[in-house]
């Protein structure tokens, strides 16, 4: 194996013609990598998006080869995939209003080009879903808000909106797969590639859902129960360090604060929380 790349979260190896993708416990908000990681997490992650890749199967293909076919050190962690040609956009399905959308709603009553009507508030349900792309940073740096036109000028018309058809598609199996389970899933983040790396003119046939799908990190999930358009949602996802970490005074550059026990268990028992109530299982590692 060679190790080719370090992500926020996961790292990546080069083994073969297959990559190996492994989740690790760091935790990151606005981001900067904090100090303190989060037992469990990356099992968490892979095993939850491993469970939804073989309920979306049907909607798009993915890039998993397995999830047991890996190092022992890497048990439960890490899987293995296929290589991709990534697409330079992350997607995003938004059915209700929170975090960034909200904020550029409440600047220009849109959310990436797309029109809202007025008076939506925090936590508002969303007519219907939309997709709000924005571009994709490795470097370090923050991505951005991108309109579909920006993303059909990069990658052309019909795979901008074979992108927007598959990411709203994905959303709404999550969706209601979830409330079935008393979540909400209030919006998620997926990421595609092209089956068969290459250069020239791809079908948009080979769009494939890769990295995480989700999971916590990538979507909010809010118990269905508790919600109140109007004020912040309770969240089984990193929002709760996100909130924590705004309440420091922090000035959300490196280096970030060391996480306190208490937030430290209780963002792991969300994240056990969610995995339990989407899957209808108890969480083993």
């Not at 809010?222 to 924590?244: C, L, M, S, T």
Request: aromatic residues 8%; glycine residues 10%; contains cysteine.
């Amino acid at each position: 194996m060679q190790h080719v790349y370090s992500g926020k979260v996961r790292e990546i190896y080069e083994d073969g013609a297959d990559l190996l993708l492994v989740a690790s416990d760091r935790v990151s908000v606005y981001d900067v990598v904090l100090p303190t990681p989060i037992p469990d997490k990356g099992a968490l992650l892979t095993q939850l998006s491993v469970w939804w890749f073989g309920r979306l199967a049907d909607i798009v293909p993915n890039h998993l080869v397995s999830a047991t076919d890996v190092p022992a050190e890497f048990a439960g962690r890490g899987i293995r995939c296929r290589r991709l040609e990534m697409v330079p956009f992350e997607c995003i399905a938004r059915g209700y209003l929170a975090g960034s959308g909200l904020r550029e709603y409440q600047e220009t009553g849109a959310i990436s080009g797309v029109e809202l009507p007025p008076g939506l508030v925090e936590g508002s349900r969303l007519p219907a879903p939309i997709f709000t792309p924005t571009t994709k940073v490795s470097d370090g740096g923050h991505d951005a808000p991108a309109t579909f036109a920006q993303v059909a000028a990069a990658v052309g018309v019909e795979t901008a909106e074979r992108l927007r058809a598959l990411t709203l598609a994905v959303y709404g199996r999550g969706a209601e797969r979830a409330a079935r389970n008393g979540i909400i899933v209030a919006d998620t983040k997926l990421e595609f590639g092209f089956a068969g790396a290459g250069t020239g003119a791809r079908a948009a046939d080979t769009l494939t859902l890769a990295d995480e799908v989700l999971t916590p990190d990538s979507s909010r999930f809010w118990p269905a129960d508790d919600w109140a358009p109007g004020r912040p949602q309770h969240a089984y996802d990193k929002q709760f360090v996100r909130d924590w970490a705004a309440g420091t005074g922090w000035d959300k550059k490196p280096p970030a604060p060391e996480l306190p026990a208490e937030v430290v268990a209780a963002t792991q028992a969300r994240y056990v929380d969610a995995y339990e109530k989407i899957t209808g299982t108890v969480w083993r590692r």
